[in-house]
Nanobody
Framework: QLQLVESGGGLVQPGGSLTLSCAAS????????IGWFRQAPGKEREGVSC????????NYADSVKGRFTISRDNAKKRVVLQMNSLKPEDTAVYYC???????????????????WGQGTQVTVSS
């Protein structure tokens, strides 16, 4: 059964850190680029980061550049989003998605992804 499952969300104070994981099963993981998106209440979905199928190329939204780091382990079929220096405006539901092109060009376009996880809530608040 094809699945993407996010984990690691929670409540954290401003300036804190969280590590999100995206675990994949049921498809050839190392063929796919993996993107992270987020959606806050009342706001449009935002592409946050992407990593190419080999892990050799990464992209970040300007809003998270220098604070978030994406990585992947193809043997474990997992992608990790390390989030540091979190801000209240990072509060959102975070989703991972698998894109069949294998590369991150146009990564912010959700239509480029075939499979999506169910999301994990991240809340940054004091």
């Amino acid at each position: 059964q094809l699945q993407l499952v996010e984990s690691g969300g929670g409540l954290v104070q401003p300036g804190g850190s969280l590590t999100l994981s995206c675990a994949a099963s049921g498809f050839t993981f190392d063929y796919y680029a993996i993107g992270w998106f987020r959606q806050a209440p009342g706001k449009e979905r935002e592409g946050v980061s992407c990593i190419s199928r080999s892990g050799g190329s990464t992209n970040y939204a300007d809003s998270v550049k220098g604070r978030f780091t994406i990585s992947r382990d193809n043997a474990k079929k997992r992608v990790v989003l390390q989030m540091n220096s979190l801000k209240p405006e990072d509060t959102a539901v975070y989703y991972c998605a698998a894109g069949p092109s294998g590369y991150c060009s146009g990564y912010r376009n959700g239509a480029r992804y075939d499979y999506w996880g169910q999301g994990t809530q991240v809340t940054v608040s004091s």
